[in-house]
T-cell receptor, first 114, second 114 residues
């Protein structure tokens, strides 16, 4: 069974600084999809970024980028120029095939301080 | 474009009762997935509906059941509620593709079982 591990229950970053959230996963599949979702106190899960395993290039979305290391089964999220609105729970998720069934990690709570 | 909506936002039930949660998918989407998120945990996949049929199920007992309607909206039904069913229930919609769908989540329904 696929598993997703987020080893950092909590992280803190100062406004305007950079922070990296870690995620590792375990799979025997060669083709799969990885996602980072953000869940603010409003509870709604918001897609931050996605990565296709067959793509070597790391995905980027504005201030958000990933470091995808397929051999190491690692998928970290880097947030640059952190903003107060980035404070939330961040979940790493894995999907294969249609990616219609996602396996989530336990999340990392990110605090952003002034 | 209308996002994923869920109703009700909060619900309190007693053990043994039955509950129905509702989800309207995002405009243009034809697939709905349901997840259970216990406090402090990542979401767990319950099941998915595509073309009004269950299309994949996680490790949940048969008292968790669902429906999808022709307009792609969906219901999650839970019978014989147990205390451990207390959780945030998330609905996600997507457009069925051969591979690599992206799921978009609703704000969730918080269920408390007393």
């Amino acid at each position: 069974a696929q598993t997703v591990t987020q080893s950092q229950p909590e992280m803190s970053v100062q406004e305007a600084e950079t922070v990296t959230l870690s995620c590792t996963y375990d799979t025997s599949e060669s083709d799969y999809y990885l996602f980072w979702y953000k869940q603010p106190p409003s509870r709604q899960m918001i897609l931050v970024i996605r990565q296709e395993a067959y793509k070597q290039q790391n995905a980027t979305e504005n201030r958000f980028s990933v470091n995808f290391q397929k051999a190491a089964k690692s998928f970290s999220l880097k947030i640059s120029d952190s903003q107060l609105g980035d404070a939330a729970m961040y979940f790493c998720a894995y999907g294969t095939g249609t990616a219609s069934k996602l396996t989530f990690g336990t999340g990392t709570r990110l605090q952003v301080t002034l | 474009e209308t996002g994923v909506t869920q109703s009700p936002t909060h619900l309190i039930k007693t053990r043994g009762q039955q509950v129905t949660l509702r989800c309207s998918s995002q405009s243009g989407h034809n697939t709905v997935s349901w997840y259970q998120q216990a406090l402090g945990q990542g979401p767990q996949f319950i099941f998915q509906y595509y073309r009004e049929e269950e299309n994949g199920r996680g490790n949940f007992p048969p008292r968790f059941s669902g429906l999808q309607f022709p307009n792609y909206s969906s219901e999650l039904n839970v019978n014989a509620l147990e205390l451990d069913d207390s959780a945030l229930y998330l609905c996600a919609s997507s457009f069925r593709k051969q591979v690599g769908e992206t799921q978009y989540f609703g704000p969730g329904t918080r269920l408390l079982v007393l």
